[in-house]
């Protein structure tokens, strides 16, 4: 197989540059995948359109995994419509106001929802974003904070469990690269073993209600928030009139159906054949028609509104989000051709076997870190350094638990701060802002559990103890607070 060398870092690169530069996303991703086959195919032009469409765009769309997401995401845009045109999102903002009665406890309810979404990732974005969007809205939040904390309730919270999608996924990873290797255990019994040692995971994941509970914001989050209180009071003194009171039944019961259903769904499959990806997909899928429809229903109880109409809201719906969709496919794509450009394995020759087995898991964070920013993926990014990481950290004599913990917290950090990986795009979506906003407010927020992370890693080189999560989360907590006061607003 050719060898592209740096060549094959041009893409995710140009990329990520042009998406800091431009701030439209789409035109960033095409020219970073285009950059791609034109270096695939020799720089012939021609062939490198062609082989874009056919090659990457077409098969990562059609993949049943990512058609899945596309859909699910269409419908989530037709109910969504449905209830912010039936007035249930404003019915619920307002009752949920009255509960949450400041900024800190909306946020810390978000916050709360999204832990207990831990069942996928994508979910936690596509059901809690568009829930607390009109709450955010009344309780003058910007979207971008909303966005922020559904992204770090996401896979911060799945990577956790190890009876998710996630944890079945790595358990396959250890058992491959431990049978290479020629090593004896349990994948199960070696992810407990590395489950207090996800040291990005647990970070993130605290990191959000110690931000929250400063009541300040810093750097574009804080601008983000001047921005959106500007632009909210001359909205409201345009359009300063009275609206009528909307029944709370328009919310509860298409939310009660959407439960429902998912319960159903994924409690049937926990009871026979296990819960997989496809079950939890088609069981969003399903709930988010039946809702729709129960939507509708109580539109057409309580308002008038025929059946034909709100077919037409929920189409609506579906159409603003194809854009959406473009960027999902688009970054697919461009993670097909990184990895055909070998770009990962590229990165994982840096790693020299010279290093000192005690910080050779700090070395796996930051190549884990950046080929994931790189790539758009932390689920390709395990299986590379799985494969390539771990022989190397067995010859050293490196810990191979501490080694694993690396990989799962470089990949991990480097996806919650790529402008390309689903989840980032899929949790502006769910907070409704723009995709380089999210980015750009959410990555200093990152930064900070990140240099943690590798405090954490630096201090395992010489006390090696599970309990360090527990002192660097509290010098992340005085840290958090030291920042707020000088530089929040």
Request: proline share 4%; charged share 10%; hydrophobic share 50%.
């Amino acid at each position: 197989m050719e060898s592209y060398g740096v060549l094959s870092v041009i893409p995710p690169l140009l990329s990520v540059a042009l998406a800091i530069y431009t701030r439209n996303i789409i035109l960033a991703l095409t020219a970073g995948a285009l950059s791609g086959t034109l270096i695939l195919n020799h720089f012939n032009p021609f062939f490198a359109v062609v082989s874009l469409m056919r090659d990457h765009i077409f098969v990562e769309v059609s993949s049943p995994s990512n058609t899945q997401v596309i859909i699910i995401t269409l419908i989530i845009g037709g109910f969504v419509n449905l209830l912010e045109q039936s007035g249930g999102a404003k019915a619920f903002s307002a009752a949920m106001v009255k509960l949450v009665s400041n900024k800190i406890k909306g946020q810390i309810a978000t916050w709360l929802s999204g832990i207990s979404v831990f069942f996928s990732d994508t979910a936690n974005s596509l059901i809690v974003g568009p829930l607390f969007r009109p709450v955010f809205r009344e309780l003058k939040i910007c979207r971008e904070k909303l966005a922020y904390i559904i992204d770090t309730t996401a896979a911060p919270v799945v990577i956790l469990v190890p009876v998710a999608s996630w944890g079945v996924y790595i358990m396959s990873l250890i058992e491959n690269s431990y049978s290479g290797m020629g090593v004896k255990a349990d994948p199960f019994t070696v992810l407990l073993d590395v489950w207090p040692y996800q040291f990005y995971a647990f970070l993130a994941l605290f990191a959000v209600p110690m931000f929250i509970s400063t009541g300040k914001d810093f750097g574009p989050m804080a601008a983000a928030q001047k921005r959106f209180l500007e632009g909210l009071d001359k909205t409201e003194k345009v359009t300063e009139k009275k609206q009528e009171q909307t029944k709370l039944i328009v919310v509860i019961l298409p939310f009660a159906i959407m439960v429902a259903t998912l319960a159903s769904v994924l409690g049937y499959y926990a009871m026979t054949e296990g819960v997989k990806s496809v079950h939890v997909n088609a069981g969003l899928c399903l709930s988010y028609l039946f809702a729709s429809m129960g939507c509708a229903y109580v539109m057409k109880r309580y308002q008038k509104i025929s059946y034909d109409r709100s077919m037409e809201m929920f189409f609506e719906g579906v159409g603003n989000l194809i854009s959406v969709g473009a960027i999902l496919a688009l970054a697919w794509a461009l993670s097909s051709i990184c990895r055909e450009l070998e770009t990962g394995q590229y990165l994982a020759t840096l790693i020299g076997d010279s290093l000192d087995p005690r910080f050779f898991p700090i070395a796996v964070f930051f190549f884990g870190a950046m080929m994931s920013f790189a790539t758009g993926s932390s689920f390709g990014t395990f299986a590379i350094l799985m494969a390539t990481t771990l022989p190397v950290a067995h010859i050293l004599g490196a810990d191979l638990i501490l080694t694993i913990a690396a990989i799962l917290s470089g990949g991990l950090f480097g996806d919650h701060t790529s402008p390309i990986s689903d989840t980032t795009v899929l949790a502006s979506m769910g907070a409704g802002c723009p995709h380089i906003d999210h980015v750009s407010t959410q990555f200093p927020y990152a930064m900070i559990a990140g240099f943690m992370t590798v405090f954490a890693f630096l201090l395992l080189a010489f006390f090696n103890s599970p309990y360090v999560v527990l002192f660097v989360l509290v010098f992340q907590y005085v840290v958090i607070r030291i920042l707020m006061q000088r530089y929040g607003s």
